[in-house]
């Protein structure tokens, strides 16, 4: 967890620094750029950001404000709606990328032994799938 922390905090603070975007405000414009027709309910949204609904409603709010993201009505259901990245939020997220894959390298990666990539990937990879099911009870394994 204080891995997790630390990197996530180093690299809030290159994109506040020379991007003025948070971390979290990034991952949005990733998450809606990745949707198809950069668009996606707000739920979903704020599920994909592990958000509450009103945490994602707040994020969104500070992005439309940016003119990074606008809200349109749901394609499927007009009484819903959708959060959509604008050509604007496209050209921030462009411009941000590098620093945001910069960090990942020194933080993260520059760490790690190239050997242990692969098991690394291959964890992780488990950890999400695993994290992302129903939950289930584990019994931890003892630390002798």
């Given at each position: 967890?204080?891995?997790?922390?630390?990197?996530?905090?180093?690299?809030?603070?290159?994109l506040?620094?020379?991007?003025?975007?948070?971390?979290?405000?990034?991952?949005?414009?990733?998450?809606?750029?990745?949707?198809?027709?950069?668009?996606?309910?707000?739920g979903r949204?704020?599920?994909?950001?592990?958000?509450?609904?009103?945490?994602?409603?707040?994020?969104?709010?500070?992005?439309?404000?940016?003119?990074?993201?606008?809200?349109?009505?749901?394609s499927?259901d007009?009484?819903?709606?959708?959060?959509?990245?604008?050509?604007?939020?496209?050209d921030?997220?462009?411009?941000?990328?590098?620093?945001?894959?910069?960090?990942?390298?020194?933080?993260?990666?520059?760490t790690?032994?190239?050997?242990?990539?692969?098991?690394?990937?291959r964890?992780?990879?488990?950890?999400?799938?695993?994290?992302s099911?129903?939950?289930?009870?584990?019994?931890?394994?003892?630390?002798?």
């Amino acid at each position: 967890m204080t891995a997790q922390a630390q990197v996530s905090r180093r690299l809030d603070e290159d994109l506040r620094t020379e991007h003025g975007l948070s971390l979290q405000e990034y991952v949005s414009l990733l998450i809606l750029a990745e949707a198809p027709e950069r668009r996606l309910r707000m739920g979903r949204l704020a599920d994909a950001l592990t958000l509450s609904k009103s945490g994602a409603t707040r994020l969104i709010d500070r992005l439309v404000a940016d003119g990074v993201v606008e809200r349109v009505s749901c394609s499927s259901d007009a009484r819903g709606a959708e959060a959509r990245l604008t050509e604007a939020g496209v050209d921030r997220l462009r411009t941000a990328a590098p620093t945001h894959l910069r960090g990942i390298a020194n933080y993260f990666l520059a760490t790690i032994d190239a050997t242990d990539l692969p098991v690394i990937e291959r964890v992780m990879t488990k950890v999400a799938h695993c994290a992302s099911e129903a939950p289930r009870t584990v019994t931890p394994r003892s630390a002798d």
